[in-house]
């Protein structure tokens, strides 16, 4: 019989998963974790492998490192390693009826909504939008000064994904309340959310009061739209003119699950991207300069931004893919395993909780060379060491659940930066910050902040 990647067939024999030592009684590595997720998961691999267990309080997760394990995980099916189990946290952001929230046939429709607003021809618009956006906090900022990094490209982003992938109306509301509603929303998504959802702390009752917040928001704009029979061209029209398979048409709640998936997807992530890319390219002068030659080149007789601009900012794009491998957003990626799968001579059993973490992956020395060292140029030819394997960089997922908007994150850091580093001369306040691992999307520990002043000769753009 042909054996299936990842299937158990019962009659054959398997070892046991090595286990990480060093767990306490009840607490397991919990402790370990909380400090530095990372440095646990790395220690894990140099000292036991591509695949190990280890124990977080009660719950037992299974490590899978490296291309070929990602290739079992990113490639086993739903009924095995299932990620609805586990993302039942964002439930209360989203909303109920949408996203992990029903049945997998449902949410590939409410996916497949979304491939229009990702078609090139959005994506020329929301070029047009990155650029305006970030020239207007360019405008605002004066000669010189300083600015917390983290803040500005929240803020910034909040109001490119706003306007780009929802309507001109939430971005007109983003300084009304909007911004702090959804600030209130990424707070409930935090390590003990992942356990405990439900649990009423002071973060999780600011996320429902918030949630309630922005459906009203999004609800009152819908009405006003319906009464004046206006039809932008946007992703909440596209949304509110849709209807599923069976005829029926979205309601205005699930069109805003669908909305707060589509931000946090375009949002989050990038604004933490946006912040690490920043960071490596200021202590990075020579690679820096040659973006700015790049964008020079690119962009010197037109003078405005454009999709077909960004295509071509290779260099840039070189740099967001490495912060991308050194500083992933999304530390770890776990799905639940439903029915054993078998990973080489290994099982993995049912009830435990599977898991690839993109920054121990990102760091291995035999797929990586000098795997710590900030190097786009590993991106280019001949090196190209992201072509090895499919699974070597993950920092936006694989397989079925691969994040949807990587082009709209890279496409928009791309924009920032090419834009602040034009009109800008930078420099870091203070050393180099560590990651901040007390938050599920992994920026840098805060205050970090920017000094700035204004460049007069060699910009392109105004």
Known sequence: MTELPGV????????????????????????????????????????????YRFRLGPRQFVLFSGPEAH????????????????????????GRGVAYDVAPSIMDEQLGFLYPALRDAAMQ??????????????????????????????????????????????????????????????KGINTLGFFMPRLPTPA??????????????FSRIMTARRRADDCPDDFMQSLMDASYSDGRALSDDEITGILLTVLFAGQHTSAVLATWTGLELLRASPYLARVRDETRAVYG???????????????????????????????????????????????V?????AMVSPAVSHRLPHLFADPDRFDPDRFAPPA??????????????GGKHRCMGKHFAEMQVKAIWTVLLDRFDFSLETDFPTPNYGSWVTGPVTPC?????????????G
């Open 204 to 217: 999780h009752r600011s996320r429902d009061r918030a949630r309630v917040q922005v459906a009203e928001l």
């Open 8 to 51: 158990l067939t019962t009659s054959e024999e398997h070892r046991a998963i090595p286990e990480l030592g060093g767990g306490l009684p009840l607490l397991g590595h919990l402790l370990q974790f909380q400090r530095d997720p990372v440095a646990m998961l790395s220690r894990g691999w140099r000292e036991l492998g591509d695949l």
């Open 349 to 353: 059993p049912s009830g435990s909780l």
């Open 71 to 94: 290739d079992a995980f990113f490639s086993a099916p739903e009924d095995q390693l299932n990620a609805k189990a586990v993302y039942q946290f964002t439930v209360p952001i989203f």
């Open 301 to 347: 007789e037109a003078g405005s931004m454009s999709l077909e601009g960004l295509k071509q900012q290779v260099t840039m794009e070189h740099a967001v893919r490495e912060c991308e491998r050194l500083h992933p957003p999304l530390i770890l990626l776990i799905r639940k395993v439903l029915n054993p799968m078998r990973y080489g001579d290994y099982v």
């Open 384 to 397: 190209r060491e992201d072509k090895q394997h499919h699974y070597s960089l993950i920092g936006f997922g």
């Open 125 to 186: 618009r929301f070029a047009r939008i990155m650029f305006d956006e970030t020239s207007q906090l360019a405008d605002s900022l004066g000669e010189e000064g300083e600015l917390d990094l983290p803040t500005a490209m929240n803020e910034l982003t909040v109001k490119i994904a706003s306007r780009s992938l929802i309507g001109q109306e939430v971005r007109d509301q983003v300084d009304a309340g909007f911004a702090d509603a959804y600030h209130d929303l990424q």
């Open 449 to 461: 902040r920017l000094r700035y002043r204004r460049r007069s000769q060699g910009r392109v753009f």
